[in-house]
């Protein structure tokens, strides 16, 4: 009975154990490749039937050892360079140069005439006729010229000249004096002379009154 199922049962391709025996022997010689690899001595050639089992088998490719020495060492990775932040641009007016203020001359100080001294002789009329006169004499610092009022009155004696162009230090003698004067006061009536210092236009003068009884 025994005998007849195994003639029966289905019989095994010859070829079968050979490719089990090369498929074990691959993986045996991968083994012994990678253990000798890793720090034992060079690979001895295999054998010729593991040769040819290993063409059978997928290609891969060869694990590559690289020293120490031929790898680069990497640093820390630089971090991107950012251009500094420029700061805002600040418009700046432009200087404005002073206005120079013209400098001013001082206008000098007019030199002003005066009379320094004047007198009437005689300088009261005691008896007096048509014949009375009276004599003027002067003396001034900075004038140019010399003018004479008699009895100005409210005007100034500049405006009521009697004679001009006189030298600055001088005398006007001859002088006729009027027995009837305009101008009284409590000492009686008078004639007032003046004497004008002139520079000019500016001026300066000094005034003397004469006085005078009633005629008799």
Same mark, same amino acid.
């Given at each position: 009975?025994?005998?007849?199922?195994?003639?029966?049962?289905?019989?095994?391709?010859p070829?079968v154990?050979l490719? &089990?025996?090369?498929?074990?022997?691959?993986?045996?010689?991968?083994?012994?490749?990678?253990?000798?690899?890793?720090?034992?001595?060079?690979p @001895?050639?295999?054998?010729?039937t593991?040769?040819?089992?290993?063409?059978l088998?997928?290609?891969? !490719?060869?694990t590559?050892?690289?020293?120490?020495?031929s790898?680069?060492?990497i640093?820390p990775?630089?971090?991107?360079s950012?251009?500094?932040? /420029?700061?805002?641009?600040?418009?700046?007016?432009? @200087?404005?140069?002073p206005?120079?203020?013209?400098?001013?001359?001082? @206008?000098?100080?007019?030199?002003?005439?005066?009379?320094?001294?004047?007198?009437?002789?005689?300088?009261?009329?005691?008896?007096?006729?048509?014949?009375? #006169?009276?004599? /003027?004499?002067? @003396? #001034?610092?900075?004038?140019?010229?010399?003018r004479?009022?008699?009895?100005p009155?409210p005007?100034?004696? &500049?405006?009521?000249?009697y004679?001009?162009?006189?030298?600055p230090?001088?005398?006007?003698?001859? /002088?006729?004096?009027?027995?009837?004067?305009?101008y !009284?006061?409590?000492?009686g009536?008078?004639?007032? *002379?003046?004497?004008?210092?002139v520079?000019?236009k500016s *001026?300066?003068?000094?005034?003397?009154?004469v *006085?005078?009884?009633?005629? #008799?």
């Open positions: 009975m025994s005998g007849q199922e195994d003639m029966n049962a289905p019989q095994r391709p070829w154990p490719a &089990i025996a090369i498929a074990v022997g691959v993986v045996l010689a991968i083994g012994v490749g990678l253990v000798l690899g890793a720090g034992g001595p060079g @001895t050639a295999p054998p010729a593991a040769t040819a089992a290993a063409s088998a997928p290609s891969e !490719s060869p590559e050892t690289l020293a120490p020495s790898v680069p060492s640093g990775t630089p971090s991107a950012l251009a500094p932040s /420029l700061p805002p641009i600040v418009t700046v007016p432009p @200087t404005k140069t206005t120079q203020r013209p400098i001013r001359t001082p @206008t000098p100080t007019p030199i002003r005439p005066k009379v320094d001294s004047f007198t009437v002789t005689p300088n009261f009329i005691g008896a007096c006729d048509g014949n009375t #006169t009276v004599t /003027l004499t002067w @003396t #001034t610092s900075n004038a140019d010229e010399v004479i009022s008699l009895d009155g005007q100034k004696p &500049i405006d009521a000249v004679e001009s162009g006189l030298l230090d001088s005398s006007l003698s001859g /002088l006729s004096y009027g027995c009837n004067p305009t !009284s006061d409590a000492n009536g008078y004639h007032e *002379y003046v004497v004008i210092a520079r000019g *001026y300066s003068w000094r005034s003397i009154k *006085y005078v009884h009633p005629p #008799t």
